[in-house]
């Protein structure tokens, strides 16, 4: 049984910055792609960020230069460090685990960006 768990979530002010957590279970971040999608109210959840199990980054353009995702295998957890934070960032955060049989979901931690 695949599970994942975020931290990390919180309110910052706009410019700031934080980090989230997700804390794979059952399985080994090596075998499929890990990443993070959001879902802002009122609107469709969208991709943030992805890493493959080659270390490959791939990032939506609205994040490119201020978010950067990376993976601690020895600890099986991804985490995204989310920088120059802006109202329009205001979501709440799911990670995934895809290992292409099936994709497994965080419970999601939300991420307000205000002053």
């Known amino acids: 049984q695949v599970q994942l768990v975020e931290s990390g979530g919180g309110l910052v002010q706009p410019g700031g910055s934080l980090r989230l957590s997700c804390a794979a279970s059952?399985?080994?971040?090596?075998?499929?792609?890990m990443g993070w999608y959001r879902q802002a109210p009122g609107k469709e959840r969208e991709a943030v960020a992805r890493i493959t199990s080659l270390g490959i980054k791939i990032y939506e353009d609205s994040v490119k230069g201020r978010y950067t995702i990376s993976r601690e295998n020895a600890k099986n957890t991804v985490y995204l460090q989310m920088n120059s934070l802006k109202p329009e960032d205001t979501a709440v955060y799911y990670c995934?685990?895809?290992?292409?049989?099936?994709?497994?979901w965080g419970q999601g931690t939300q991420v307000t960006v205000s002053s």
């Open positions: 995934y685990f895809d290992d292409r049989t099936s994709k497994y």
């Open positions: 059952g399985t080994s971040l090596r075998f499929g792609t």
